[in-house]
Protein backbone atom coordinates (compact mmCIF):
# COMPACT_ATOMS: atom_id res chain seq x y z
CA UNK A 1 0.00 0.00 0.00
CA UNK A 2 1.17 3.14 -1.13
CA UNK A 3 2.20 6.35 1.41
CA UNK A 4 -1.12 8.42 -0.59
CA UNK A 5 -3.22 5.47 -0.26
CA UNK A 6 -2.69 4.98 3.69
CA UNK A 7 -3.51 9.07 4.07
CA UNK A 8 -6.63 8.78 1.85
CA UNK A 9 -7.96 5.93 3.38
CA UNK A 10 -6.93 6.99 7.40
CA UNK A 11 -7.16 10.95 6.83
CA UNK A 12 -9.54 11.16 9.87
CA UNK A 13 -7.49 8.86 11.91
CA UNK A 14 -4.20 10.61 10.63
CA UNK A 15 -5.62 14.07 11.76
CA UNK A 16 -7.61 13.10 14.95
CA UNK A 17 -3.52 11.73 16.45
CA UNK A 18 -2.34 15.37 17.17
CA UNK A 19 -5.66 15.41 19.93
CA UNK A 20 -4.42 12.31 21.42
CA UNK A 21 -0.99 13.37 21.44
CA UNK A 22 -1.02 17.08 22.22
CA UNK A 23 2.04 17.46 24.29
CA UNK A 24 3.72 16.46 21.77
CA UNK A 25 2.24 18.48 19.16
CA UNK A 26 2.44 21.70 20.75
CA UNK A 27 6.06 20.80 21.29
CA UNK A 28 6.83 20.46 17.91
CA UNK A 29 4.57 23.63 16.73
CA UNK A 30 6.68 25.87 19.57
CA UNK A 31 9.82 24.52 18.48
CA UNK A 32 8.87 25.42 14.40
CA UNK A 33 7.96 28.56 15.42
CA UNK A 34 11.54 29.30 16.10
CA UNK A 35 12.39 29.69 12.83
CA UNK A 36 9.18 30.41 10.74
CA UNK A 37 8.30 34.06 10.00
CA UNK A 38 4.76 34.72 8.78
CA UNK A 39 5.67 37.98 6.33
CA UNK A 40 5.52 37.39 2.97
CA UNK A 41 4.34 34.38 0.85
CA UNK A 42 4.69 30.88 2.97
CA UNK A 43 3.97 27.65 1.60
CA UNK A 44 3.84 23.73 3.17
CA UNK A 45 5.17 20.92 1.74
CA UNK A 46 2.93 17.69 2.61
CA UNK A 47 0.34 19.90 4.46
CA UNK A 48 -1.23 17.35 5.85
CA UNK A 49 -5.05 18.67 7.43
CA UNK A 50 -3.14 21.91 7.97
CA UNK A 51 -2.55 21.08 11.82
CA UNK A 52 1.13 22.90 11.41
CA UNK A 53 0.37 25.63 8.57
CA UNK A 54 -2.82 27.01 10.87
CA UNK A 55 -0.87 28.11 13.65
CA UNK A 56 2.04 29.16 12.04
CA UNK A 57 0.00 31.49 10.04
CA UNK A 58 1.28 29.51 6.98
CA UNK A 59 -1.97 30.08 4.28
CA UNK A 60 -0.91 28.02 1.22
CA UNK A 61 -0.26 24.53 1.00
CA UNK A 62 0.56 21.35 -1.33
CA UNK A 63 -0.20 17.74 -0.52
CA UNK A 64 -0.57 14.45 -2.59
CA UNK A 65 -3.65 13.27 -0.80
CA UNK A 66 -7.39 14.55 -1.63
CA UNK A 67 -8.79 13.92 1.41
CA UNK A 68 -6.12 15.13 3.69
CA UNK A 69 -6.40 18.37 1.53
CA UNK A 70 -10.14 18.25 2.38
CA UNK A 71 -9.51 18.73 5.58
CA UNK A 72 -6.89 21.71 5.71
CA UNK A 73 -9.54 23.02 3.55
CA UNK A 74 -11.98 23.42 6.34
CA UNK A 75 -9.21 25.02 8.23
CA UNK A 76 -8.93 27.87 5.71
CA UNK A 77 -5.85 26.70 4.30
CA UNK A 78 -5.40 27.53 0.27
CA UNK A 79 -4.35 24.03 -0.60
CA UNK A 80 -3.59 22.07 -4.00
CA UNK A 81 -3.15 18.37 -4.69
CA UNK A 82 0.40 18.30 -6.15
CA UNK A 83 3.44 16.43 -4.72
CA UNK A 84 7.22 18.15 -3.54
CA UNK A 85 9.56 17.24 -6.86
CA UNK A 86 6.92 19.10 -9.13
CA UNK A 87 5.68 22.33 -7.29
CA UNK A 88 2.72 24.05 -9.41
CA UNK A 89 4.84 27.80 -8.38
CA UNK A 90 6.87 30.16 -10.33
CA UNK A 91 10.87 30.23 -9.55
CA UNK A 92 11.51 32.60 -6.47
CA UNK A 93 7.91 33.13 -5.44
CA UNK A 94 8.36 31.78 -1.53
CA UNK A 95 9.85 33.73 1.09
CA UNK A 96 8.95 30.43 3.52
CA UNK A 97 9.04 26.77 2.74
CA UNK A 98 8.73 24.40 5.75
CA UNK A 99 8.24 20.48 5.19
CA UNK A 100 7.35 18.91 8.71
CA UNK A 101 7.94 15.09 8.99
CA UNK A 102 8.02 14.87 5.11
CA UNK A 103 11.28 14.30 4.40
CA UNK A 104 11.12 10.81 5.35
CA UNK A 105 8.44 9.84 2.48
CA UNK A 106 10.28 11.20 0.03
CA UNK A 107 12.14 9.01 -2.32
CA UNK A 108 14.28 11.19 -3.71
CA UNK A 109 15.50 14.04 -1.19
CA UNK A 110 17.54 15.94 -3.47
CA UNK A 111 15.29 16.09 -6.05
CA UNK A 112 12.68 17.55 -4.04
CA UNK A 113 15.35 20.39 -2.43
CA UNK A 114 16.42 21.63 -5.74
CA UNK A 115 12.73 22.23 -6.38
CA UNK A 116 12.03 24.00 -3.46
CA UNK A 117 15.63 26.05 -4.10
CA UNK A 118 13.94 27.21 -7.46
CA UNK A 119 10.35 28.42 -5.96
CA UNK A 120 12.54 30.06 -2.86
CA UNK A 121 13.54 34.04 -3.02
CA UNK A 122 17.16 34.67 -2.62
CA UNK A 123 17.40 35.15 1.16
CA UNK A 124 14.23 33.07 1.45
CA UNK A 125 13.94 30.18 4.17
CA UNK A 126 13.77 26.81 4.34
CA UNK A 127 12.17 24.89 7.79
CA UNK A 128 12.60 21.28 8.42
CA UNK A 129 11.26 19.39 10.96
CA UNK A 130 11.98 15.77 10.99
CA UNK A 131 13.09 12.91 13.51
CA UNK A 132 16.61 12.31 13.61
CA UNK A 133 17.30 8.89 13.26
CA UNK A 134 20.34 9.00 15.91
CA UNK A 135 17.75 9.27 18.46
CA UNK A 136 15.91 6.75 20.73
CA UNK A 137 12.64 7.40 18.47
CA UNK A 138 14.31 7.21 15.57
CA UNK A 139 15.85 4.12 16.56
CA UNK A 140 12.12 2.95 17.50
CA UNK A 141 10.61 3.50 14.56
CA UNK A 142 12.78 2.05 12.25
CA UNK A 143 12.91 -1.13 13.79
CA UNK A 144 8.51 -0.86 14.05
CA UNK A 145 8.34 0.23 10.48
CA UNK A 146 6.96 -2.98 8.87
CA UNK A 147 4.00 -2.74 11.97
CA UNK A 148 3.22 1.00 11.31
CA UNK A 149 0.37 2.37 9.68
CA UNK A 150 1.74 5.69 8.58
CA UNK A 151 5.68 4.59 8.72
CA UNK A 152 5.74 1.86 7.08
CA UNK A 153 7.13 3.04 3.90
CA UNK A 154 9.26 5.71 5.58
CA UNK A 155 12.95 6.53 5.62
CA UNK A 156 14.63 8.23 8.42
CA UNK A 157 17.80 10.09 8.22
CA UNK A 158 20.64 11.61 10.69
CA UNK A 159 20.51 15.63 11.33
CA UNK A 160 24.09 15.41 9.35
CA UNK A 161 22.65 13.58 6.52
CA UNK A 162 20.19 16.62 6.55
CA UNK A 163 22.37 19.25 6.35
CA UNK A 164 24.47 17.79 3.79
CA UNK A 165 21.69 17.78 1.35
CA UNK A 166 20.46 21.06 2.12
CA UNK A 167 23.37 22.84 1.86
CA UNK A 168 24.53 21.05 -1.71
CA UNK A 169 20.73 22.43 -2.72
CA UNK A 170 22.42 25.70 -2.08
CA UNK A 171 21.67 26.59 1.36
CA UNK A 172 23.84 27.96 3.97
CA UNK A 173 23.44 29.73 7.61
CA UNK A 174 22.05 26.42 9.16
CA UNK A 175 20.07 26.59 12.37
CA UNK A 176 18.82 24.02 14.49
CA UNK A 177 16.63 23.58 17.64
CA UNK A 178 14.90 20.30 19.41
CA UNK A 179 12.35 19.10 21.28
CA UNK A 180 10.95 15.68 22.72
CA UNK A 181 13.65 14.91 25.26
CA UNK A 182 14.07 11.82 27.29
CA UNK A 183 12.13 8.40 27.37
CA UNK A 184 8.45 9.13 25.31
CA UNK A 185 6.29 7.29 28.29
CA UNK A 186 7.29 11.01 29.55
CA UNK A 187 6.31 13.03 27.03
CA UNK A 188 2.08 13.48 27.91
CA UNK A 189 3.11 13.88 32.07
CA UNK A 190 5.00 17.07 31.40
CA UNK A 191 5.63 20.37 29.55
CA UNK A 192 8.08 19.39 26.74
CA UNK A 193 10.77 22.47 26.38
CA UNK A 194 12.58 23.43 22.84
CA UNK A 195 16.52 23.56 23.32
CA UNK A 196 18.76 24.90 20.64
CA UNK A 197 21.17 22.70 18.58
CA UNK A 198 20.47 18.99 18.43
CA UNK A 199 21.97 15.95 19.73
CA UNK A 200 19.28 15.28 22.42
CA UNK A 201 16.09 15.47 21.21
CA UNK A 202 14.08 13.33 19.34
CA UNK A 203 12.53 15.96 16.73
CA UNK A 204 14.94 18.51 15.32
CA UNK A 205 13.93 21.68 13.41
CA UNK A 206 16.62 22.62 10.08
CA UNK A 207 16.04 26.17 9.24
CA UNK A 208 18.49 27.75 6.56
CA UNK A 209 18.95 30.45 4.39
CA UNK A 210 19.52 30.24 0.35
CA UNK A 211 21.87 32.59 -0.79
CA UNK A 212 21.47 31.64 -5.18
CA UNK A 213 19.52 32.01 -7.35
CA UNK A 214 17.48 28.65 -9.14
CA UNK A 215 20.33 28.37 -11.65
CA UNK A 216 22.27 27.68 -8.69
CA UNK A 217 24.85 30.61 -9.04
CA UNK A 218 25.66 33.66 -6.64
Given at each position: ????????????????????????Y????A???R???????G??????????????????????????L???R??G???C?????????RD?????????T?????????????????????????????????????????????????????????V???????????????????????????????????????????????????????????
Amino acid sequence: MSVVTVFEERAHEYDEWFDEHAPVYQAEVAAIQRFVCTVGLGIEIGVGTGRFAVPLGIRFGIDPSRRILNIARQRGLRVCQAVGERLPFRDEQSDLVLLMTVICFVDDVPTLLGELARVLKPGGHLVIGFINRNSELGRAYESRRETSTFYRDARFYSVEEVADWVRAAGWDSLRFCQTLFGPSADWSTRELEVRDGYGEGAFVVLDASKTTTAGGHL
